[in-house]
């Protein structure tokens, strides 16, 4: 996965590895993150994401565990957090958009979800999806 971030004055392509660890369908999984950006610095993270019934929807809730460190780390801890505030909610505003432009409800619809098999997991795809959203909200918290 690769990436061209800038913050502040520093600006420089990041490639990294996402992998998913200790997953336990549909509950929870943990998330480790490294990327690479040259001379700019490096980001290591690990997440722990957990999601929860509520209602008739998800919640998602996670924690993130990072480090970075080179000309990102010398930006200074308010601008690297600014930055990665504003890529989180934009990546769940865009998250939001998907899933109501794949599954939309009419307005005064009420959807009454059937309770889920205990075999039974998250789509593939929603996984995937939400692991790619953790990774990026990782992985720009990481950059800076």
Not at 91 to 98: I, S
């Amino acid at each position: 996965m690769g990436s061209a971030i800038k913050i502040g004055p520093v600006a420089a392509r990041f490639n990294g590895r996402v992998v998913l660890f200790d997953i336990v369908p549909p509950q929870s999984y943990k998330l480790g993150f490294d990327a690479q950006g040259g001379v700019a610095g490096f980001g290591k993270s690990e997440s722990s994401v957990l999601l929860k019934q509520s209602g008739c929807g998800c919640e998602l809730s996670y924690t993130v565990h990072s480090t970075v460190g080179g000309k990102i780390a010398q930006l200074g801890q308010r601008l690297i957090d600014g930055a990665a505030k504003s890529l989180v909610e934009d990546f769940f505003r865009r998250f939001e958009e998907e899933l109501q432009r794949r599954y939309p409800v009419a307005a005064g619809e009420v959807v009454a979800l059937p309770a889920p098999a205990a075999s039974a997991g998250l789509p593939a795809w929603v996984w995937g999806t939400i692991a790619v959203l953790v990774a990026a909200a990782v992985y720009l918290a990481t950059r800076g």
